[in-house]
């Protein structure tokens, strides 16, 4: 029988009573005969809160003590699960994420996965038992505890899914699907009943958190059958999917919005054939991801380079170009943040024109100054000021006929998005 691996976010498992509700949930499935994996959060805020832990004691703690400290708390939500699932009965073992042997390269913070060794997870499903796996850790083939980043967990179970090629992965959270924005930010989003791998995977990288974008990058990959569904409401959810599967395209299908921007703007490099490789080269080394990247000339000697990075790496960023002062050749660098990214997002776009102008007018009309742009097939994407990101995202849902009349409520509505 087909293996089902189910995953519960922070919020589904925020209090005792929540993983209680959980249990029950994952018991159910295991009396119909189900083999069932089950990956769990931290509960609630606790990755915050030993975020803040470490902070107080270290200004720039280790990663790997970084890690260490952060893979605590989803070993305290596996145990607390397996415990609730034993207590009705319930055969069940929960590992941790090298217990279930996930295997990822060594870049504390933000790892890769490198292979699942199965044969742990595979042994207990033989014998019948519920595995529960921590989410979002792993370790080197070293043996070095590793984590794969803010909002891992999705990642850990879609990768098991992948490697247990279980029938299905459920990705389990506190909204009912994925909607055409967050319902938080926008009442009137609507909910997607489905939406296409490359669609889901650029709202994710454009700041969508309801998915880990690597998450998505793995189910693409190994076509995983991924669907989002909330833990506190009985309603189908959203189905992540292959285009060709799907009914309609619409030119843009959702808006997304990401809070934490930072721009680094590096004035009057040296124009040489190799100024840009050796710039991004030295980012690239210290593993930091640049976004939007806008260059000019400054005149025929020198020319201007301005990235967007996260914000939590801008510091970094501006740091490490500070050290390599010499060897680039620069005469200034300015650091901003502050600014957030907006973004449309839909595979049609690229067959229809005029989104970008309809983007750029619905800002100005708003009297939002665009401070970078950048555009691909499925997407536009603009940094602005963050203080007007919120009304940003009400406005460009609205002019993209994304609204859903009398939808107020998160997770009220069910539309079929469609032309
Ligand atoms: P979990 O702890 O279950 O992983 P997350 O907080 O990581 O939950 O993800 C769920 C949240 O994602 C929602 O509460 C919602 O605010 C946010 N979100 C952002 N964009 C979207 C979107 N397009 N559709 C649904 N939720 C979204
Ligand atoms: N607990 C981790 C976080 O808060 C991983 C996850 O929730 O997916 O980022
Ligand atoms: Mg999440």
Redesign the pocket.
């Known amino acids: 029988m087909g293996i089902v691996v189910q995953k519960y976010?922070?919020t589904s498992v925020a209090s005792v009573e929540r993983i209680r509700r959980v249990a029950e949930r994952v018991a159910a499935l295991h009396s119909r005969g189900k083999p069932c994996v089950v990956t769990v959060?931290?509960m609630g805020?606790?990755?915050?809160q030993l975020i803040e832990l470490a902070r107080q004691v270290s200004s720039r703690p280790p990663a790997r003590e970084m890690d260490m400290l952060?893979t605590t708390?989803?070993q305290v939500s596996i145990a607390l699960l397996a415990m609730a699932l034993a207590e009705r009965g319930v055969r069940v073992r929960s590992l941790t994420g090298w217990q279930a042997g996930i295997i990822t390269d060594a870049i504390h913070g933000k790892a890769r996965i490198q292979g699942i060794d199965t044969r742990m997870i595979r042994g207990c499903l033989d014998r019948g038992e519920v595995v529960i796996v921590a989410?979002?850790q792993g370790k080197t083939p070293e043996g070095e505890i590793t984590?794969?980043?803010?909002?891992?967990?999705?990642?850990?179970a879609v990768a098991l899914a992948a490697a247990l090629e279980a029938e299905v992965c459920e990705i389990f959270t506190d909204v009912t699907g994925v909607f055409t924005a967050d319902p938080r930010v926008v009442p009137r989003a609507g909910k997607m009943e489905e939406i296409s791998f490359e669609e889901m995977l650029e709202l994710a990288h454009l700041g969508a958190g309801v998915l880990?974008p690597r998450s998505v990058e793995c189910a693409m990959k190994y076509r995983v059958p991924l669907v989002v569904r909330s833990s506190f409401v009985e309603e189908p959810g959203t189905w992540v999917k292959e285009a060709k599967d799907m009914e309609t395209t619409r030119n843009v299908r959702g808006i997304a919005h990401d809070m934490h921007v930072a721009r680094i703007k590096v004035l009057g490099l040296e124009n040489r054939i190799e100024t840009l490789s050796r710039l991004f080269g030295i980012l690239g080394d210290a593993h930091i991801n640049v976004d939007m990247i806008v260059q000019s000339e400054h005149d025929a000697e020198r020319i201007d380079v301005a990235f967007s990075v996260s914000e939590d790496e801008g510091e970094m960023a501006k740091e490490v170009i500070e050290a390599h002062r010499e060897e680039l050749g620069y005469l200034k660098v300015l650091y901003e943040t502050g600014l957030a990214k907006v973004s449309a997002v839909g595979a049609g776009m690229v067959s229809r024109p005029g989104v970008a102008a309809k983007m750029f007018a619905t800002l100005t009309d708003a009297g939002i100054r665009i401070k970078m742009v950048s555009t691909s097939e499925i997407k536009i994407s603009c940094v602005i000021p963050r203080d007007r990101a919120v009304e940003a995202v009400r406005e460009l849902h609205s002019a993209f006929g994304l609204d859903v009349a009398g939808a107020e409520m998160v997770g009220a509505t069910t539309t079929k998005v469609r032309e």
């Open positions: 976010g922070g959060s931290a805020k606790t990755t915050d952060l708390g989803e989410g979002f984590t794969l980043g803010r909002g891992g967990s999705d990642t850990t880990h």
